[in-house]
């Protein structure tokens, strides 16, 4: 029998450092899409907590129990991230494996917020995006979903979630604004 | 020349830079404009049309005549106004529009002809027959005249584009807008805080006056000081808010790095987008000009600017100074001058009433200065006393100011009109015109030190209160109210040219003459004589012009009007507009799983859509593309090929209604479709024109996968969300892209069997053409699909992504083992153009169905979308252009793709074109050239000659028309 080595969507690309800022790619474990099926949501949501702990999330909201996360992703869907999708969920909600479909990754530090300023169109400031929040937006050219892990309270940080096949330029477009936030952070 | 123990500039340090080749040498603090005037340069530039002599004439953005470029080759900047360059070690500058010298301009032979060169002249003189226009004279003219040219080099500069957001923006950073920035964020609300200059402080660093207590520019330090302390507060020196665009976004530039001799990563400039719930225009006041005769001799400068350089750079053109005035606001420019140890040697006010307010200097109330004398600078000036009486005095400086103009241009970024206010004689935002926006201080026509201190708190403290927060003004420090008293002068009466708009070359009779020829609107005024026109959108002339207009039409000036305020305010470079979009930053790339194999192969990568995918994968000794072509086509006839297929679309649908819903959306027939089947279908648009078509499989009960092509994959996303929300919401099915999830391989030819029998964990068994199935590959589950593009018997194997390099790898190391090998899209090209198989060539939108041969694809049983609008009058039938193959009469002949079609004996013309090729190949398999097309009533016509015209490449051949399928019609090789 062969044997097939698994790859990561940055590979050697990542981490990388540039001031206080660094990047590095994130692995979630499963991620799975659910999207309840007609009238199901609230089903969803119970099946969700009792298997998870973790509810269906209104829209722009990430949850995290301990190492399960939940993030809204769209209109009437969810990402899961973390477990396996519990077999109760599979009457309720269309679940679809997208454990291999995007590129995470983690922007912290303190200049984080003023290099996706370069890139995403939204506020991202504290208040205006606390950690629990998330949402589908632009980075460059590329649609992203951008949350605030529940988990990430003492730094700042960001967790991206792009096409797989965009990693490479998703890493680049990043290192870009955290070198010119670098660099003006030096210019004072 | 330097005026000791004046100015805010560093005399500790030197800073070294270049002007016209020549070092010159300035302080840390000091703009090129207030570093050249230092030492003794008051000639800056060349005017546009007569390229007469300018010098600088303003300290501000404002600035009409000292443009230089900057930097050199690709690195350099033209039109930059040298009021607005901080020098730095290294700094190389130049003039403009001069040649071959600033000092010696062989186009000032220009002004000698200016008599015959007013406003309009080019328009009546230069017509001609034809084209004369526009292929002689106006290169000729646009040649001799302009402003700084660009490099022709690509741009070697970076830039970049930033968001930010606020609860109130303030616009400005003088008194007003510290003191609106202070309250605000007192208040709790967060705030943005630009300013144009490098330095907050605003007319406080140019004047000489107390706030608080203390020298106005210290007291605007430690107030930014304190703001730059606090959390909710963000600074943005050097930034310039150049529009106010809808929802509270304004459109700001910073020049983030330009001043810097080794920027580093920095860029040169960022363009900010600023998203406010409130904004505060605290932009202060632009003086103005009075038009008299020679008035644009370098030397001649506003009363503002003259005292500022000499407040806050220490530097004056001159020992002997006057100044001219139609306000008391001119006097502190005397007042200061004197107090410097400067020889005042006339306060000239054109009021009679007026008093002197500036201590012991020779005062001429009722005056008037009327003419410049002079060349390349200034030597003195002629002044007219009111019975008639002549005078003249040697000055190499003047200061002039006919008033202040509130900078009000943001307030009418949105169609609103400024308001007359007779008081000023000036221009005052209409207030409300820009949701959210109010103004402050100056720029709403308050302009002593007090009452801008007192608008802004109030204003700032307003603006955050809107947002719910609590809200006291801030203590107001004691500040300067002396009362601003005008009477209106906008230009002096006399012979010779008195120059309103210096960036155009525009005077008094300029204006005049407009009104005479009837350019009475002030909008036609403005292209009559291109007043307001070019980098400084007449910001210190179209007051004054406007005035004249309506003094020689007879109307009053709030009926005149203004010309349309339309963003931006200052120049911005279109390189910091689309910052991010050069080069390969125009779209992200896409890259397979398989893209670093493939470039290790050295395959040439062609775009499909954002997707990159390897042409063909050479080989030692291979002389081109072609003959690796015919080796991978050949590979695949013969052996077994790995094509990496995770390009194509994938949209994986659940739910109990998938059957009916793809019965909808695609025209044949889906819900009969049995678990581990596959089917081809066709999509049509809403028109009836094929949209896309692709493979759907059902997996299990529940679950469907449906491809796309690589082009289309996002459209047909889209439609199908569209179908479901808006056509049959009733539908209970959820569908979601796989297209990254899963790596998808084609391992097509007759030894594809072979090489999957030994790869997979399990013997493949029973498993015929359209068969699809889960299958296991080093205990990976996987998803196997027997489809075929080729022709040959095929597979599409699918893994997670994560596996995708490594299967690609094992796929093609065994594929070589059985004589094949990856294969790229030019032989997957021509292995379905032998196989008379369409891509987006045919499907381009404008074909249907019936055209490409499918119409029995259309089911009778059920409606789908496009159904009705395909079965219009004129989409079926023989004067349809049908898809057809063709083939060269005599076998050799060249095919080429987007050629016409025309009968044998027919003229190659429009008018006969019978239809046209889509796709062209040589078929190593039938050694011969292949193409696709349609032709009229094509499917009729097979055995019939054609003759193909490539007007564009110029080739013509004779073809015979076939049916499409020109390789294994009967389908064998890919069932057996």
């Known amino acids: 029998m062969i044997e097939l080595a698994p790859a990561s969507p940055c590979g050697d690309l990542l981490p990388l450092q540039v001031g206080d800022m660094i990047l590095a790619e994130l692995d979630l474990g499963s991620l799975t899409l659910v999207a309840p099926f007609a009238g199901q949501v609230e089903a969803t949501s119970d099946a969700l907590h009792d298997a998870h702990g973790v509810g269906f999330p209104d829209p722009g909201v990430a949850i995290r129990v301990w190492d399960t996360l939940c993030l809204w992703s769209g209109r009437a869907q969810a990402l899961l991230a973390g477990p396996e999708p519990d077999a109760a969920l599979a009457s309720l909600a269309a679940l679809t494996d997208q454990s291999d479909g995007w590129a995470v990754v983690r922007l912290s530090g303190a200049g984080a917020t003023d290099a996706l300023a370069r890139l995403v169109p939204i506020d991202l400031r504290p208040g205006a995006f606390p950690p629990g929040s998330a949402a589908r937006t632009l980075l460059g050219h590329m649609t992203v979903t951008i949350l605030r892990d529940p988990a990430d309270v003492a730094e700042t940080a960001f967790t991206i979630l792009a096409f797989r096949s965009m990693a490479t330029t998703l890493v680049h477009e990043l290192e870009t604004a955290m070198r010119r936030v670098a660099a003006r952070a030096e210019a004072g | 020349m330097r005026i000791e123990g004046r100015g805010r500039i560093d005399r500790t340090r030197e800073v070294k830079f270049l002007f016209d080749g020549v070092v010159r040498a300035g302080h840390p603090g000091d703009t090129l404009a207030s570093a050249l005037m230092a030492s003794g340069q008051m000639l800056m530039g060349r005017s546009f049309k007569y390229h007469r002599p300018r010098g600088v004439l303003t300290a501000g953005s404002e600035e009409p005549n000292a443009l230089v470029i900057t930097g050199h080759g690709g690195r350099a900047e033209p039109n930059r106004r040298a009021t607005m360059v901080e020098i730095h070690d290294g700094l190389e500058a130049r003039s403009q529009n001069r040649w071959p010298s600033l000092d010696f301009d062989i186009l000032s032979l220009n002004d000698r002809f200016a008599p015959f060169l007013g406003a309009g002249f080019y328009y009546k003189t230069f017509m001609g027959p034809g084209k004369t226009w526009e292929k002689l004279f106006e290169p000729l003219i646009r040649g001799a005249a302009g402003l700084g040219a660009l490099s022709g080099a690509p741009n070697a500069e970076t830039y970049e584009k930033a968001w930010a957001f606020c609860d109130v923006l303030v616009i400005g950073g003088g008194p007003a807008g510290l003191m609106a920035a202070l309250s605000a964020a007192r208040a709790g609300a967060d705030v943005i805080l630009c300013e144009e200059d490098r330095d907050f402080g605003g007319r406080l660093l140019a004047e000489d006056e107390q706030v608080g207590g203390q020298p106005g520019a210290d007291w605007a330090a430690a107030l930014a000081a304190e703001l730059a302390g606090m959390d909710n507060v963000r600074l943005m020196p050097r930034t310039t808010v150049t529009g106010a665009y809808d929802q509270g976004t304004y459109g700001a530039l910073e020049r983030s790095g330009q001043h810097l001799a080794e920027p580093g990563d920095l860029p040169r400039e960022c363009f900010w987008r600023i998203v406010a719930k409130r904004a505060v225009l605290c932009a202060g006041a632009l003086e103005r000009h009075i038009a008299f005769r020679d008035n644009d001799r370098p ?412 082009a289309a994959a996002g459209q047909v996303m889209r439609h199908l969300d569209w179908v479901h929300q808006a056509l049959m919401p009733q539908l209970d099915l959820r569908f979601a892209s796989v297209t990254e999830q899963w790596a998808q391989f084609a391992v097509a030819g007759p030894k594809s069997r072979e090489l999957l029998d030994g790869l997979l964990d399990a013997p493949l068994g029973d498993f015929p053409f359209m068969a699809c199935g889960p299958v296991s590959i080093g205990g990976i589950d996987a998803r196997l699909f027997r489809i075929s593009f080729s022709g040959e018997e095929a597979y599409e194997i699918a893994v997670p992504a994560r596996y995708g390099a490594s299967l690609f790898h094992e796929l093609v190391k065994r594929a070589e083992a059985l004589g094949g090998g990856p294969y790229g899209m030019e032989a997957l090209n021509v292995l379905r153009i032998e196989k008379g198989h369409i891509t987006h060539a045919e499907i381009h939108g404008r074909t249907t169905a019936f055209d490409c041969g499918f119409e029995r694809m259309v089911s009778a049983q059920k409606d789908c979308i496009g159904k009705t609008m395909a079965a219009r009058p004129g989409l079926t039938g023989p004067e349809r252009e049908q898809m057809v193959g063709l083939r060269p009469v005599d076998g050799l002949g060249r095919l080429t793709a987007g050629a016409f079609l025309f009968n044998e004996g027919d003229p190659a013309d429009r008018i006969h074109a019978q239809g046209y090729t889509t796709s062209a190949c040589h078929s190593p398999t039938l050694g011969l050239p292949l193409a696709l097309g349609f032709l009229r009533n094509g499917r009729a016509r097979h055995g019939e000659r054609v003759r193909m015209v490539d007007h564009l490449r110029g080739v013509e051949t004779l073809c015979e028309v076939t049916d499409p399928v020109a390789y294994d019609p009967e389908g064998g090789r890919l069932r057996d």
Not at chain 2, 439 to 451: I, P
Not at chain 2, 495 to 515: E, H, I, P, S, Y
Not at chain 2, 570 to 593: D, N, Q, S
Not at chain 2, 629 to 641: L, P
């Open chain 2, 299 to 710: 030397g001649v400068m506003m009363a503002g600017a003259l005292r500022a350089y000499l407040n806050r750079w220490g530097t004056v053109p001159g020992r002997q100074v006057a100044v001219f005035g139609n306000n008391d606001d001119a006097h502190r420019t005397a007042r200061d001058m004197a107090a410097a140890g400067l020889e005042v040697v006339a306060l000239v006010d054109s009021r009679h009433e007026a008093e002197n307010l500036a201590g012991d200097v020779p005062f001429y109330p009722g005056w008037q200065v009327t003419r410049a004398h002079g060349g390349s600078a200034l030597e003195a000036i002629s002044l007219r006393a009111p019975d008639g009486g002549e005078r003249r005095l040697a000055v190499q400086a003047l200061g002039v100011s006919g008033g202040w103009n509130p900078t009000l241009h943001l307030t009418c970024h949105q169609g609103a009109k400024p308001l007359w206010d007779d008081r000023i004689a000036a221009f005052v935002p209409p207030e409300g015109a820009v949701p959210g926006l109010t103004s402050a201080g100056a720029a709403r026509g308050s302009f002593s030190t007090a009452a801008c201190l007192r608008e802004g708190a109030e204003v700032g403290a307003e603006a955050a209160g809107a947002l719910g927060y609590a809200t006291t003004p801030a203590a107001l420090p004691e500040a300067e109210d002396a009362p601003y008293r005008l009477r209106r002068l906008w230009a002096v009466e006399g012979k010779g040219r008195a120059w309103l708009d210096f960036q155009n070359d525009v005077t008094v009779k300029d204006v005049k003459q407009a009104a005479q020829e009837n350019f009475r609107s002030v909008e036609h005024m403005k292209r009559y004589t291109t007043q307001g026109m070019a980098t400084d959108q007449g910001k210190t002339s179209s007051v004054a012009a406007l005035a004249i207009l309506a003094d020689v039409t007879g109307r009053a000036i709030p009926e005149t009007g203004t010309t349309t305020f339309r963003p931006p305010y200052t120049p911005v470079a279109i390189a910091a507009m689309g910052a991010g979009g050069e080069g390969p930053g125009f779209a992200p790339r896409r890259l397979t799983t398989s893209h670093a194999a493939s470039a290790a192969r050295r395959a040439p990568m062609i775009e499909a859509g954002l997707w990159y995918r390897p042409s063909y994968f050479p080989q030692k000794g291979e002389r081109d593309w072609q003959v690796a072509c015919d080796r991978e086509v050949r590979m695949v006839r013969n052996s077994v090929g790995i094509c990496d297929v995770s390009t194509l679309g994938k949209i994986e649908l659940q739910g109990p209604d998938v059957g009916r819903f793809l019965d909808f959306v695609y025209t044949n027939t889906f819900s009969t479709l049995k678990p581990g089947r596959v089917r081809y279908g066709l999509m049509l648009r809403e028109d009836g024109f094929v949209m896309d078509d692709g493979t759907t499989a059902r997996l299990d009960d529940n679950r469907w996968v449906m491809t796309t092509t690589t």
